[in-house]
């Protein structure tokens, strides 16, 4: 059973605008998400990552957001380059666990 | 440039070949983890090892078989492997096993597996 869910497998949009990924999340015990972007024959790279003492945190263009109550989180990339286009993954984990349960990912296109 | 290196990126082997696919991180990471990723898939936990010893086997079969030489080498050796073990295994690496916001996992580029 998919633990993190990310409903929408891809996402386009303007250079210049805001880009917002969703994921949701099933269990209640995990207080660690992160963000991994994925270009094609590359790893997941780590983006970006929050905890649950936290409903915000920011790092230049990136963003993410933690609505624990909705258990969900999204990642805003503002302004969206055409370098951000990747496949974007997000993660959750319980503090002090040993695994990350990804979601399925997003696919990102930053149109020029 | 990733700071997890990965060996081969590409391999392709048959049923009754042995082969290793080699992990290198020199970032003083203390745990190493074995990812395994099919198409359209999330990366799935494999083995997790802390301190050079395994603590973490999500129930993989024994024809896959990790090692750890040292705290900056991981190995996977894979023998009699079946065609639907073709996949992306990738290697990760962080600053301890236990997750926490300052111990994400940094990744490899992974190593493309077709087993024929």
């Known amino acids: 059973d998919q633990q993190v869910k990310q409903n929408s497998p891809s996402l386009s949009v303007q250079e210049g605008r805001i880009s917002i990924l969703n994921c949701d999340y099933t269990?209640?015990?995990?207080?660690?998400f992160l963000w991994y972007k994925k270009y094609p024959a590359e790893g997941p790279t780590f983006l970006i990552s929050?905890?649950?003492?936290?409903d915000k945190n920011e790092d230049g263009r990136f963003t993410v957001f933690l609505n624990k109550s909705a258990k969900h989180l999204s990642l805003h990339i503002v302004p969206s380059q055409p370098g951000d286009s990747a496949v974007y993954f997000c993660a959750a984990s319980q503090t002090g666990a040993n695994n990350l349960f990804f979601g399925t990912g997003t696919r990102l296109t930053v149109i020029p | 440039d990733t700071e997890v290196t990965q060996t081969p990126k590409h391999l392709v082997m048959g049923m009754t070949n042995k082969k290793s696919l080699k992990c290198e991180q020199h970032m003083g990471h203390r745990a190493m983890y074995w990812y395994k990723q099919k198409a359209k898939k999330p990366p799935e936990l494999m083995f997790v090892?802390?301190?050079?010893?395994?603590?973490i086997n999500e129930s993989v079969p024994s024809r896959f078989s990790p090692e750890c030489p040292n705290s900056s080498l991981l190995n996977l050796h894979l023998h009699a492997l079946q065609p639907e073990d073709s996949a992306l295994y990738l290697c990760?690496?962080?600053?301890?096993?236990?997750?926490?916001?300052?111990?994400?996992?940094?990744f490899g580029n992974g190593t493309r597996l077709t087993v024929t």
């Open positions: 090892y802390s301190y050079e010893k395994l603590s």
């Open positions: 269990n209640s015990m995990f207080d660690y």
């Open positions: 990760a690496s962080s600053r301890r096993q236990r997750t926490g916001s300052d111990s994400p996992l940094h």
């Open positions: 929050i905890s649950s003492i936290k």
